[in-house]
């Protein structure tokens, strides 16, 4: 939204808001909410100072929040080789064959998406047949969920790691990866930043006017996020950020987050205590189903992860950890408890520290997250990929596949929900999110659309502490924040058919959503952040 629209009266639609549950226009003053109300109020309010807004129906919505995004890798893998519908080795190599014609002799091949748990022969490729499809350049090819990859030849030797522990063929996990991702960074700045600018403005045609940055040292490292935190703040959806190093003492946490010459939301995100369900690098009590002997790894124990979470609660500052696996979310709980026996529960809670992911968890581990004032920054898609018969989680946990991504569970325990995508792992789809709450595979977990929906948008200003509690709202005051959408149809949704009956009774002024079971998610027409716009599709013309 330019300078020149100072008043936007937006009409003729929907509008999603407690305020008024039936409201059908919105006027937005320079980036705040002025007034909700009817298409009849809205007449009377409309004046030739204002730009006109005909919503022909649309719904006005806050717009989302992703609180788990990788935006350089987002940025990468959007430019990247797309190895999702492979289905063997044969045609992913095909697929690196293809992507590697046009490509300079010294560039580095990247791919993104392959999943061998999707395949009938999950056997992978060696190194030379990687590097032969791919001309002898240095590939990197990432798994889906970006805690293995397949390199070639030329990547191992750049990377130092040869036949290094960590390797399989190959595939590299552990320590080889990110000396794998090492070697094949980009390093100039310009490339960097025209990553960052895909992923943006492919987030803001999407509904997000926020996102959520999880980097480390290990992962896209420390020159991407001050590129990305350095840029003009006007530039796309506004970009929070942790950065995932571990500290053993409060004065070791001021001086990393002083060192990093750009501000950060905490020490926390995708500091790892363990790895990922499909590259079998999570940490579980139990063996893997389909590899005995196997329980993943922790790359942290109790007694760091204590001594991380008592420094940043001395200083009142976030931490966190990415967890998955049963046992690996014990390590993170002995950790809570022994910091709290350090520097008191009080100060624990007060920092309020977020876990990522935390895809397995008994109701005793809820009540413990709870107690503790901890966020789960959780993924839905994830269940929707991976959840339900014969899928990648059966396939890895057996019977113990029930009951992942326990939303419902964290819901009941008084566990604050934010959720995200980890694109590039899963896509940033956020009608295709709230709909895998409301359909999760196991029905005990389902959570409504509603639910869902807050998860996804005032939750995660609330995750990271963001001063105005009026974010991620529709209500004068507010910042104007929203997203405009084409829906087939707008209804209440939850996973109860008795709530639902009530919930869709005017007298529940319950706000209404688009529906989800139908054919095609909603359209994004329009998003703006703060009173600017950041996307408007060729589909939605303004006067």
């Not at 995100?269 to 063996?287: F, K, P, Q, V």
């Not at 009540?367 to 898609?381: H, M, N």
């Not at 209804?491 to 054919?519: G, K």
């Amino acid at each position: 939204m330019s300078d020149e629209r100072k008043l936007t009266l937006y009409r003729n639609g929907s509008v999603y808001s407690a305020a008024d549950p039936f409201a059908s226009a919105m006027l937005v003053d320079g980036g705040t909410v002025a007034w909700i109300g009817s298409e009849q109020a809205a007449t009377s309010i409309a004046d030739d100072r204002m730009t006109i807004v005909d919503l022909d129906g649309a719904l006005v919505a806050p717009g989302f929040v992703d609180s788990h995004v990788h935006v350089g890798d987002t940025g990468t893998a959007l430019a990247s080789v797309d190895l999702t519908r492979v289905r063997s080795a044969a045609e992913l190599l095909d697929g690196v064959k293809r992507g590697s014609r046009d490509l300079p002799p010294d560039a580095v091949l990247r791919g993104f998406g392959w999943d061998e748990a999707t395949w009938n022969d999950p056997a992978l490729p060696d190194a030379a047949e990687v590097g032969r499809a791919a001309g002898g350049r240095r590939a990197i090819l990432e798994r889906v969920d970006a805690h293995s990859a397949l390199v070639s030849p030329a990547v191992l030797e750049a990377a130092g790691i040869g036949a290094a522990a960590g390797t399989d063929g190959a595939r590299v996990v552990g320590d080889a990866l990110y000396a794998a991702l090492e070697a094949t960074r980009p390093v100039d700045d310009d490339e960097i930043v025209a990553a960052h600018s895909r992923a943006l403005s492919h987030a803001a045609s999407r509904g997000y006017v926020a996102l959520v940055e999880q980097a480390s040292p290990r992962l896209a490292g420390l020159r991407d996020l001050q590129l990305l935190l350095g840029r003009d703040p006007a530039d796309g959806p506004e970009v929070f950020a942790y950065w995932g190093q571990a500290v053993g003492t409060a004065e070791e946490a001021r001086s990393v987050l002083d060192g990093l010459g750009v501000p950060v939301r905490g020490l926390a995100g995708d500091l790892n205590i363990d790895g990922s369900i499909g590259s079998r690098t999570a940490r579980l009590s139990e063996d893997y189903a389909d590899a005995p002997g196997s329980r993943g790894r922790a790359f942290l124990g109790a007694s760091e992860i204590a001594a991380h979470l008592a420094a940043v609660s001395e200083i009142g500052v976030q931490g966190g950890f990415h967890v998955i696996g049963d046992a690996g979310l014990q390590l993170a709980l002995e950790g809570l408890r022994r910091a709290a026996d350090q520097v008191g529960t009080a100060a624990v809670r007060a920092a309020g520290h977020r876990l990522e992911h935390v895809e397995m968890a008994s109701d005793a581990d809820a009540a413990a997250l709870a107690e503790y004032g901890v966020t789960v920054s959780a993924q839905p898609l994830f269940d929707a990929t991976w959840g339900g018969p014969g899928g990648l989680y059966e396939k890895r946990l057996g019977a113990r596949h029930a009951g992942m991504n326990p939303f419902l569970r964290f819901s009941s325990a008084g566990v604050p929900l934010a959720f995200g995508s980890d694109s590039p792992v899963c896509a940033q789809s956020p009608w295709a999110s709230v709909r895998a709450c409301l359909t999760h595979s196991d029905p005990a977990q389902r959570i409504s659309a509603r639910a869902a929906f807050l998860g996804h948008t005032r939750a995660g200003w609330r995750a990271v502490k963001h001063p105005n509690p009026l974010m991620g709202q529709l209500v004068p005051g507010a910042p104007a924040s929203f997203a405009v959408w084409r829906a087939d149809e707008l209804m209440v949704q939850v996973a109860d058919e008795r709530v639902q009956a009530w919930s869709t009774d005017p007298r529940a002024r319950t706000p209404l959503l688009p529906a989800l079971d139908t054919e095609s998610l909603p359209e994004c027409l329009e998003t703006v952040h703060e009173g600017r716009l950041l996307f408007r599709s060729e589909q939605f013309p303004v006067e």
